[in-house]
């Protein structure tokens, strides 16, 4: 179904504010830094010893998720509980839609339960801004990851880790290692560094595992990774997703693994300074290294911490667009 | 109509002496500061040095706002800052402008998410009436009448002075 992209009056308000969030593209510098200058107040939030502001009282958030993802779900559980929201997490494939319900027929009777908020993961690229586009006004869509198109709050806590490390985007040269084609994570952070002023972004992989027009979203593309490593202060490592290996993209994992998994060899290009990252799960041994997962450099648990407060700072702000909107 | 530095210097040495002395009547001696953001902190800095340097916290209430439905969250929030046990504490809270009381409201709610303060004193520089909530200062600096379209705005850190704007 539906592969529209969203377009920047989709999720924005008429005077710039959030108001769903689908994908980092077409998002002004600004925004962005709204969102990470607000997510770390939130960061404080969650060292107290009660997790907790009342900011979403009264607010209800809907988690959708039509593809499996605990962990995903569970930080945005987490951050709409942190924000006092009331939290109804639905699980598609056991759900009506199995029986024949469609899927607008779901939406509307999620609307009928006065919902202000839809959470939506999806195997289809493009979905999240079907509903967002088709829900009625006052009710915010954030994208929690599209088929091949985007994850915009991870990209954000992504970003987020990457300024808490390294204090600015301008200068820097980050690798993203791995799957590219089929990764909506890597396409939404490549928009995001290009967008915050990144000075390189470089993809590593196999030419099997790199999109055919990848220049065009601004990277420098290289197929070995001692020279893509050469000097970069940021590394992330991507899921290789075993379904891969069954498509003949891939000889096999071991092969991966010898040309292309992080060890603490092979970061050796790289600046002594480099912090290492994952969007997770990780499989060790495969993309990643345990000597490099739970080494010194790694900080993909922080990215975890951090995750909870970017997507407390996206709701917060999607429902804040939402109300000014109707002039509530 | 503006106030220098040394004149807000002159409130703050009042305002402390005024302060030891409830505090003295109230039999409170083991204090801790809490500023709001942005105004409260510079002049709870400031009490503090003249208090014997209590502990310092700093609050900021975008997150407990009333209105946030209304104006969205100022993306330029800092992260509160009190690193120490609030439970069973004689907090003195510390702002710039008293007027609504909302703002007052706001910090005790967020004060209360860190434990159940013993008390909280309210200390303000400027105290403009207009109150919408039944909170009332225990110590201020100075009590101004201000007209519909006037308002009051500290300027800080270093130096700090105050002056009263036509807002139109």
Redesign the interface.
């Known amino acids: 179904m539906i592969a529209t992209p969203p377009s920047a009056s989709l999720q924005l308000t008429d005077d710039g504010k959030l108001k769903h969030f689908l994908s980092v593209e077409h998002c002004s510098r600004s925004l962005l830094e709204d969102i990470l200058n607000t997510a770390a107040g939130f960061v404080e939030v969650g060292d107290r010893a009660i997790k907790k502001v009342p900011l979403l009282r009264g607010k209800t958030v809907v988690n959708l998720f039509f593809e499996a993802s605990t962990r995903t779900r569970t930080t945005f559980e987490l951050a709409a509980k942190r924000l006092s929201a009331d939290v109804l997490n639905i699980d598609i494939a056991k759900s009506a839609t199995s029986k024949g319900e469609t899927l607008m027929d779901m939406l509307w009777n999620l609307e009928a339960m006065s919902s202000d908020m839809f959470v939506v993961r999806h195997s289809d690229s493009g979905a999240p801004s079907f509903i967002a586009e088709h829900v009625t006004p006052n009710v915010a869509v954030i994208n929690a990851g599209d088929g091949r198109h985007a994850h915009p709050t991870q990209a954000m806590l992504d970003m987020y880790t990457i300024r808490h490390y390294k204090g600015r985007f301008e200068g820097l040269k980050v690798a993203i290692i791995g799957d590219i084609v089929h990764s909506r994570v890597a396409r939404s952070q490549i928009h995001a560094l290009n967008i915050l002023g990144a000075e390189e972004v470089r993809v590593i992989g196999p030419r099997t595992l790199l999109p055919v027009d990848i220049e065009s979203l601004g990277v420098s593309v290289y197929s070995d990774l001692a020279q893509g490593l050469k000097d970069v202060d940021v590394v992330i490592a991507l899921r290789l997703q075993k379904e891969r290996m069954d498509s003949a993209l891939l000889p096999s994992e071991k092969e991966f693994f010898r040309l292309y998994g992080l060890n603490n060899d092979r970061l050796r290009p790289a600046k002594p300074d480099a912090i290492v990252m994952h969007p997770g799960p990780i499989n060790r041994g495969v993309e990643i290294a345990s000597e490099v997962a739970d080494g010194p450099r790694s900080v993909i648990l922080h990215q975890v911490t951090f995750g909870i407060a970017v997507r407390m700072a996206v709701m917060s702000m999607c429902i804040a667009g939402q109300d000014a909107g109707a002039g509530r | 109509m503006k106030y220098d530095s040394k004149w807000i210097h002159q409130r703050l040495d009042d305002m402390a002496d005024d302060l030891r002395t409830l505090l003295g009547e109230r039999e409170r001696n083991n204090i801790k500061l809490v500023g709001i953001h942005s105004g409260g902190v510079w002049l709870a800095a400031e009490l503090c040095s003249r208090l014997g340097d209590p502990e310092l916290g700093t609050l900021?209430i975008?997150?407990?706002r009333d209105d946030?439905?209304?104006?969205?969250?100022n993306?330029?929030?800092?992260?509160?800052?009190m690193d120490f046990e609030v439970e069973g504490q004689h907090l003195i809270l510390i702002d710039d402008v008293l007027m609504s009381g909302r703002t007052v409201r706001a910090a005790m709610?967020?004060l209360f998410?860190?434990?159940r303060p013993a008390s909280i004193t309210l200390v303000v520089l400027f105290d403009v009436g207009q109150r919408e909530l039944p909170v009332s200062p225990d110590i201020c600096g100075e009590t101004l009448a201000l007209g519909p379209l006037e308002r009051v705005e500290l300027h800080g850190p270093a130096p700090l002075t105050a002056e009263i704007l036509r807002v139109d």
């Open positions: 900021d975008s997150f407990y946030f439905t209304k104006r969205g969250i993306p330029k929030v800092k992260p509160t800052d709610n967020e998410d860190f434990g």
